[in-house]
């Protein structure tokens, strides 16, 4: 799994963001030099940008949530380890491998 960090996932929405807000003045208020081709291609790749800019850091904001979730679930099962070994050796049931009951009869 990658490893992402916080600072980046809220650097990836503030850019973001601010693609899509810089776009926004431009739809209301073309430049009066632009073609209307020139002034959408440029407003379509602003959002563009944005939006994926924002997808990216939604990515990056569950991969944290879920190595968070998956680290929590390790140090569940090594609990629980610790405490299945600490009873068997401290007089719990025993278990006989297979092994050692074949080796037992010949």
């Not at 650097?11 to 073609?35: K, M, N, R, T």
Request: charged share 20%; glycine share 8%.
């Amino acid at each position: 799994m990658r490893k992402d960090s916080k600072l980046v996932c809220v650097a990836e929405y503030v850019i973001g963001a601010g693609f899509l807000v810089a776009a926004l003045p431009f739809i209301f208020h073309p430049q009066p030099g632009w073609s209307a081709a020139h002034g959408w291609a440029y407003l379509l790749f602003m959002a563009c940008v944005g939006i994926t800019l924002i997808s990216s850091a939604s990515g990056a904001r569950q991969r944290i949530e879920l190595s968070e979730q998956i680290k929590k679930l390790e140090e569940k099962l090594e609990e629980q380890k610790y405490a299945q070994n600490y009873t068997q050796h401290a007089g719990g049931p025993q278990f006989v491998s297979k092994e050692h009951l074949v080796g037992s009869v010949n």
